[in-house]
């Protein structure tokens, strides 16, 4: 089980931390980051592989910082210069395979149930 924390309300060049705490997970697979906004297709943000390399989407690279600390099982997304068009529920992922890289995550996976991020 996954569990989100950390979303809120933050004016535009803001910062947020987002955590995801994972009891249950070992973190030896692909785990990530994901939002949704209303109307639109769920989009992959950031993601960390097996080997420890990171992947940003172009929308965040640059602002977004992912790290994983699996001495406490648990996943970070730190926000800076927040923009209006960040404004989605947040979710992590992480892989059901054990030792897996990283790949499109279905619904089969194991997701939190969302943090919802506004930005004014």
């Known amino acids: 089980q996954l569990v989100e924390s950390g979303g809120g309300s933050v004016q535009a060049g803001g910062s947020l931390r987002l955590s995801c705490e994972a009891p249950?997970?070992?973190?030896?697979?692909?785990v990530g980051w994901f939002r949704q906004a209303p109307g639109k297709k769920r989009e992959e943000i950031a993601t960390?592989?097996?080997?420890?390399?990171?992947i940003y989407s172009p929308s965040v690279k640059g602002r977004f910082t992912i790290s994983r600390d699996v001495a406490k099982k648990t996943l970070y997304l730190q926000m800076n210069n927040l923009k209006p068009e960040d404004t989605a529920q947040y979710y992590c992922a992480a892989s059901r395979f054990e030792a897996s890289n990283c790949y499109e995550f279905t619904q089969s996976d194991f997701w939190g149930q969302g943090t919802q991020v506004t930005v004014s």
């Open positions: 960390i592989d097996i080997d420890g390399s990171i």
């Open positions: 249950g997970y070992t973190f030896s697979s692909c």
